[in-house]
């Protein structure tokens, strides 16, 4: 698999007003772009998508520090020392307010979807041949970036404006005025709009492997569905519609060789559907962890102090728990491929706090990296957001929830991502929604999904150890962005913070 370097576009946006004078020298032309001005060619546009794209790189938290609010792995770190507190306080359920790493996810996806809204502000401005397809990969950004917010701090303040969030950028001042949306449903209902017309707008297939398609776009609308059934059943009949489209078009499907799909170059380009690309080509440094343009997370999750064949150190967060590593059954081909037992392997290592002696082989440093930087700040290996074998069981578990429930297309879907787990036929299960589910946490263990799914299906609080209902299905709203916008009243912090 290829990765394509995808850099930051900055605009200086200068509010300042001149007045005449009779001093020519004053009068002297900014060498800033106007943002305003800056739409007038195709370029433009172009460039100022990537810039939108380049954002899903600071995305590296929501996998890795969702991944340890489950139940599948501990916060790991350094054993002597308390490292990393604010990922140990999600772990424990203790977080508040004033945690760093909910801050970062906070205003690293509000960017993203403040960058989108630029683009989309000027979304008009000029036409040429391939802008439908560029406003829909925009809009889909857009609806990414609100659904990571949504998931994570539940309903959001947007600038809203006839059941759309508006096309334009939340300007200063705007902050002091905005109101959150009154329910996470509210909010579902503006990313499924955002992503139906992305649907309309964009192609079938790209000639780049960062830039999303309509099957990227209808993957993720069948899964705000899903996460939009738990308040209105009638969303997992609409889950069913369109990912059994996503099915039937088949323009996926599974790779054959499920520890490939992990490995750059890999094997999974037909079995994955939308990644956040990632490289090792320029450096990094603790001073702007979101500048890397490598997956920050797949260093914080290696060994550490390794030594050993196929792996790079690490420094030892995300580490699997026993009972995780337990659930897969004989003769499962993704047990392997999913955890690291470093015991067994390693030359030497230094355990993690925790000590489980198991790590999440899925996105483990590898050797052959070019290390530039801090070696694990610039880790190459992309980040599956969203890979065909979750389609096949979203699309199960919407089949079995709908009004009219269709347990055979479900069994079909299930049966699939079975037979390839175990290499033949003869593993398949009934396509109960308690065995789905099951199949989700075994397919996906380790790609950030988990919490989320806990949480969705009402089953947190009897998994996860310190989860609290009716607090714990949200993280609070950052104090600092409260504070910033004057919000502490009208914004109101979530339930039990």
Known sequence: ??????????????????????????????????????????????????????????????????????????AGGDPDNIDGPSIQDIDNMVHNDVNEQLRDIWRWMYAGLNRANYMLEFRD????????????????????????????????PLLVEDGRIQNKRMQFGEQFTISRTATIADTYALIEADLIEAVSLLNTTQDLEYKVTKGAAQSLLG?????????????????????????????????????????????????????????????AGFDCLQCSEGNVAVGFSGVREYVGPTFDSGYGFNTPTAEAA????????????????????????????????????????????????????????????????DILLMAAEANIQKAAPDATKAKGYLDLVRDRAFGNTTNRIDATLANILQERRLELMG?????????????????????????NELFPIPLIELELAGAVERWGQNPGY
Not at 258 to 279: C, K, L, M, R
């Open 125 to 156: 401005n000029i036409e040429f041949d391939t802008k439908n397809d560029m406003i829909g990969q925009a809009l889909f950004l857009r609806a990414y970036f609100t659904f990571e917010l949504a998931k994570w701090f539940g309903p959001l």
């Open 326 to 389: 337990s659930i897969f059954t004989v003769g499962d081909l993704r047990k392997d491929a999913t955890i690291f037992d470093a015991e067994a392997i390693a030359t030497s290592y230094q355990p993690s706090r925790g000590e489980t002696k198991l790590y999440n082989r899925k996105y483990l440093p590898r050797k052959g990296d070019l290390g530039l930087g801090d070696n694990n700040l610039t880790n190459p290996n992309n980040y599956r957001a969203i890979r065909y074998a």
């Open 447 to 471: 790609e950030g999904h988990r919490f989320f799914d806990l949480v969705r299906t009402g089953n947190a609080d009897s998994t996860i150890d310190g989860f609290v209902a009716n607090k």
């Open 1 to 74: 698999m290829k990765n394509y370097k995808i850099y930051i576009t900055g605009f200086i946006i200068a509010f300042v007003t001149l007045t005449a004078c009779s001093d020519d020298f004053i009068d002297v032309p900014s060498r800033n772009p106007n943002s305003d001005d800056f739409f007038k060619t195709e370029q433009d546009y172009q460039d100022v998508l990537i810039g939108v794209y380049d954002l899903l790189q600071a995305s590296f938290w929501n996998v890795m520090v969702g991944e340890i609010a489950s139940d599948n792995t501990l």
């Open 223 to 283: 899964k705000v569905y899903l996460y939009h059934g738990t308040f209105d059943a009638a969303k997992y009949t609409d889950a069913a519609t369109v990912l059994d489209q996503v099915i039937s078009d088949g323009n996926y499907t599974l790779a054959s060789n499920f520890g490939n799909i992990f490995e750059h170059p890999g094997e999974n380009a037909d079995g994955s559907i939308f990644e956040v690309q990632y490289t090792d080509v320029e450096g």
